[in-house]
């Protein structure tokens, strides 16, 4: 563990220092060629001008439109080159064609059976129009021959994935934001590493900004040599690009196609509470079986043939047995991608929020959101629905942590109630609504999760696992503190000055 922490130290420490030296670059030529600034400033100016006006006219959100605006104008001479490197949410053309090539796939592989929409419609016109936005722009169907089961910790989430994972006969895939050595993670990989020597068909996927910290470098070469296929997403580069803005978010496991996992859980030990990091780690997951997990399987055969640059056959990996589960309600497994303009996320989430009628009851690690979310939230508030978030006592970032509470004091006012998990820190992102609905997954209230990342999710309409996510939360209330109007008046104006100031440039955090 302390070898794996000084090799991933000394790679940031060697990132850190290729930032500085390419800074230092730009420095020297500017000093170089300092009898020609002025020339220098009126180009640096004109596209900085230029850059305000491609930014103005993009399709971007109006909040990172504006966070972006203002620092370019502010310093015309790096931020139109700032913006260059490292501005914007896309990939490059190639790996467009390349994400492209896999989502073609993913729609012919992805299926919609029209007996399941069609019954939906004639349940609920409202949840058949939810289903159908997930369908026509995630490309993902909805079902319901699949068992739900929700995990209100990740200790619970642990020990059923450690059952499932020793009952796998052909593949497993794991595809995970944070991996760390340690109880959790080691007592799956010694799964992994004896169901690869049984011929089990092993591969794991991780992002290796999410990982910088807590994997070494050729931490891949080490799972391959365990007979475990790897493979790094968006690994990083001594020079640093805006490439970087995009990061594989999503936690998935596939079990030979008929069980899947996903929400916020990570493999490291803080998730398990083995360990306190920042206090009590609250979080939450859910366990698929049967024919939804095939959206899960999809997912992650795209994303490994989009990094491996490969045209793998799907249906392969497809059940050829259809097995009758004892299940109700409907699950709709969905992937965000930043690479389409459509923020499908935040969509999923507007949708529940709009069409509520009784109760939101929101999860989440972070509170920064636009504009549209807000008045969503703000409207539903005032028309009488019941809403309550909940968020960390204890944050992970103090930084972020100002941009959350600068939403509480508007939010209360409008009647929305707001609460921080005491015990420690809430990582879970859940919505669930009307004891109808529910969403479980990766996808947290931030603008990188909503617009930059790619994440996923489940959708679920009366499931019976829906009405343990509403207990969960009302058990997790009485555990918090609710914030009160005078807490937030209370607020010293400096600090409120500055979480407004550290709020309009976080779409950039």
């Keep these: 563990m302390n070898i794996l922490f000084k090799r991933s130290v000394q790679r940031i420490i060697l990132l850190a220092t290729s930032f500085i030296i390419q800074i230092a670059i730009i420095i020297f030529f500017l000093l170089q060629y300092r009898e020609n600034f002025f020339n220098f400033y009126l180009g640096s100016l004109a596209l900085s001008i230029a850059i305000v006006f491609i930014i103005t006219n993009s399709k971007s959100n109006p909040s990172y439109k504006i966070a972006w605006i203002i620092p370019v104008m502010i310093f015309p001479v790096f931020g139109g080159l700032f913006y260059l490197l490292y501005g914007g949410n896309k990939l490059s053309t190639r790996e467009k064609l390349k994400m492209a090539k896999q989502n073609i796939k993913m729609t012919y592989s992805l299926k919609q059976n029209d007996e399941i929409i069609n019954k939906l419609e004639k349940e609920n016109v409202y949840a058949k129009n939810q289903s159908e936005y997930i369908l026509n722009y995630a490309k993902c169907p909805v079902y319901n021959n699949t068992e739900t089961t929700y995990f209100k910790i990740g200790e619970e989430k642990y020990k059923a994935l450690l059952e499932e994972l020793k009952k796998a006969k052909k593949f497993i895939f794991l595809e995970y934001f944070i991996i760390q050595e340690g109880k959790m993670f080691n007592s799956i990989l010694e799964i992994l590493e004896q169901k690869a020597k049984e011929g089990v068909d092993v591969r794991l996927i991780y992002d290796d900004v999410g990982c910088i910290v807590t994997l070494p470098h050729n931490y891949k070469n080490i799972l391959e040599a365990k007979g475990i296929k790897c493979r790094v997403f968006n690994p990083i580069k001594p020079f640093f690009t805006r490439r970087l803005n995009n990061r594989d978010h999503r936690k998935i496991v596939v079990i030979d196609g008929n069980v899947g996992f996903t929400g916020g859980i990570n493999l490291a030990d803080e998730y398990i509470n083995e360990y306190e990091k920042h206090g009590y780690w609250k979080d939450a997951a859910i366990m698929l079986k049967g024919e939804a997990v095939w959206n899960l399987t999809i997912m992650f055969l795209s994303m490994w043939d989009y990094i491996d640059n490969i045209d793998e056959d799907y249906m392969k990996f497809k059940p050829s047995k259809n097995i009758d589960y004892q299940s109700n309600g409907y699950v709709q497994p969905f992937d965000d991608s930043p690479l389409i303009n459509e923020p499908i996320g935040e969509t ?7 069409k509520a009628k009784e109760y939101i009851y929101i999860n989440t690690p972070y509170l920064i959101i636009d504009n549209e979310m807000a008045t969503a939230l ?11 978030i909940v968020t960390p006592y204890i944050p992970d970032k103090k930084f972020v942590h100002a941009v959350t509470k600068s939403y509480y004091e508007s939010f209360i006012k409008d009647g929305i109630e707001i609460y921080e998990f005491t015990p420690g820190f809430m990582h879970a992102k859940t919505f ?13 209230l931030d603008f990188r999760s909503l617009y930059l990342h790619y994440e996923c999710g489940v959708w679920l309409y009366k499931t019976d696992s829906i009405k343990n996510i509403k207990q969960d939360y009302l058990n997790t209330i009485k555990k918090c503190h609710k914030i009160t109007i005078q807490e937030c008046k209370n607020t010293n104006a400096l600090r409120k000055f500055g979480r407004l100031v550290i709020r309009m440039f976080a779409p950039l955090l």
Excluded: M, P, Q, T
């Design 378 to 388: 703000k409207i539903a508030s005032k028309s009488g629905v019941d809403i309550k």
């Design 348 to 354: 999923v989430y507007l949708n529940l929020i709009n």
């Design 432 to 444: 669930v609504v009307d004891d109808e609905y529910a969403v479980v997954g990766s996808i947290n």
